[in-house]
């Protein structure tokens, strides 16, 4: 744990020796989030055989920026943890809750273009398909290197970023890559701003790369050794053989078979007045993990409005394609299952994150989502926010057991999934700090409970509630010193 603290006092150190330039800024700043969650059927449901509990997970956060003319710097030590899953006296190094989440640089050649290199964050858009999965304490970052273009005056900026991933110690080039993250990445993001930012369209193209997962293969050899029979008085009166088996199980990587997946897509959003419109639609093509062709895409989109100052109402639905399971030819080798990445997740599918990893998986029978919200604002310093939301399969069909031969693979279902509702309460007494609780339920429809692996009507009352508090001091700004 030593570590990462040294290294942060070195480095807070040096940036303030440097922020004494006029034009340097630098600030360090902290994050304190602790969440206490009731779950009972959050994420799945449940039935008899588990119960409902209660956790507290908590992240802290120490960061430390600094920007002068032509530099960039961020560094953030993280402690994400869940209570007692260290023991009282414990360091907190034994479940590995102390990391470093960022730590970057950028240097910009010019007053509009720039190389940003390190561990960071990826946000574009509305983080659908990048996102920082900041609702998660651990939250996500990339080791990436990024290119960035921006000219203000146009409403125009671009990046290209790309990944190569290894393992430490780093191996050749095309070495074995066991880790569940890609092997390589790229993209190109563009985005543009017209009639005084009231309109923007934007651009992503991504490739994702990763390599056949490891097989692992079982040898058998049976060795025959010669037994020698004698009688009471040590004789030699025969033999015998026995035979003895032994299994040895050998694992194959394979570095050079590589997976590419492409997403290309974009969005377009409108806001004028109190009316605001949002969409986005992408199209997936490639391989997937385990070889199969893919021909996926996602659409959707939101209307909102101010009807009264205090009143905001909005209307949104998405589709992402899915698998057709009763296609079992067809499904061995194309998947027209969308995945949405490398997103953050909760919320865009109800805050009980049911579908957070199908969503994810781009294997799934994909899924439907229409929904309706309406936030007030109460005094500047309370929001309140319902919202409903149906869910559905994009496809009629889930994958099934084979339990004997004649058996389908596949059992038709109704598409409909159920509904839930989503209640938040959003307080912010003072600067820097936010009280955030909610109560959700989810109404399952009989397909839900065979998503959910449960026998139709079996599963209970799916709830979840919370009660996040969120401070963000600021220890040091030197703009104010």
């Known amino acids: 744990m030593q570590q990462p603290f040294i290294r942060a006092i070195c480095l807070s150190v040096l940036m303030t020796i440097f922020a004494a330039g006029a034009s340097a800024q630098f600030n360090i700043s902290a994050e304190f989030r602790p969440r206490f969650e009731y779950r009972d059927g959050y994420t799945r449901l449940r039935d008899s055989s588990q119960i ?204 050079e078979q590589l997976y590419g997946r492409f997403t290309f897509g ?24 385990d070889g199969r062709k893919i021909n996926a895409g996602f659409f959707g989109g939101y209307a909102s409005c101010k009807v009264l100052k205090p009143i905001t109402l909005l209307v949104g639905y998405e589709r992402l394609s899915g698998n057709d399971y009763s296609d079992t030819t067809g499904l061995k080798t194309t998947s027209t299952s969308f995945s949405v990445l490398y997103p953050t997740s909760h919320g865009f599918y109800g805050y009980m994150d049911m579908f957070s990893q199908q969503t994810v998986s781009g294997n799934s029978a994909g899924l439907t989502d229409l929904y309706g919200r309406a936030t007030i604002v109460l005094g500047g310093k309370t929001s309140v926010e319902a919202t409903y939301r149906m869910f559905g399969l994009a496809r009629g069909y889930l994958p099934a057991t084979v339990k004997k031969p004649g058996d389908l693979p596949y059992v038709e279902v109704g598409r409909n999934l159920g509904s839930e509702v989503d209640l938040m309460v959003i307080y912010k007494p003072v600067p820097n700090f936010e009280v955030n609780a909610a109560y959700c339920f989810f109404l399952p429809t009989p397909a839900m409970e065979r998503l959910n692996g449960l026998n139709e009507g079996t599963s209970k009352w799916a709830q979840y509630a919370y009660v996040m508090l969120t401070y963000k001091p600021v220890f040091f700004n030197s703009e104010k010193h």
């Open 266 to 289: 974009g969005t377009a959003g409108y806001s004028s007045g109190k009316w605001k419109f949002f969409a986005a639609a992408y199209y997936q093509a490639g391989h997937f993990s």
């Open 52 to 255: 409902p509990y209660f956790d507290i997970l908590g992240r802290n956060r120490l960061i430390f920026d600094y920007k002068n003319e032509q530099f960039m710097a961020k560094f953030s030590i993280q402690h994400a943890y869940i209570y007692g899953e260290n023991n009282y006296s414990s360091d907190t190094i034994t479940r590995n809750t102390i990391n470093i989440y960022e730590g970057w640089f950028k240097y910009n050649f010019t007053k509009w273009i720039g190389i940003k290199i390190g561990r960071m964050e990826l946000i574009y858009d509305d983080s659908r398909l990048l996102g920082n999965s900041n609702w998660g304490p651990r939250g996500a970052s990339h080791d990436a290197a990024l290119v960035q273009w921006e000219v203000v005056k146009e409403g125009y900026r671009g990046d290209f970023g790309f990944a190569i991933n290894n393992t430490a110690p780093p191996g050749a080039f095309l070495a074995s890559y066991p880790l569940r993250n890609y092997k390589y990445m790229g993209y190109l993001y563009e985005q543009k701003k017209f009639l005084k930012d009231k309109l923007t369209f934007s651009v992503l193209a991504l490739l994702d790369v990763f390599q056949k997962g490891n097989t692992t293969s079982k040898t058998k050899t049976t060795r025959y050794d010669t037994l020698y029979v004698t009688n009471i008085n040590h004789d030699t009166i025969g033999t015998t053989v026995v035979p003895t088996t032994t299994s040895t199980s050998v694992t194959t990587s394979y570095p």
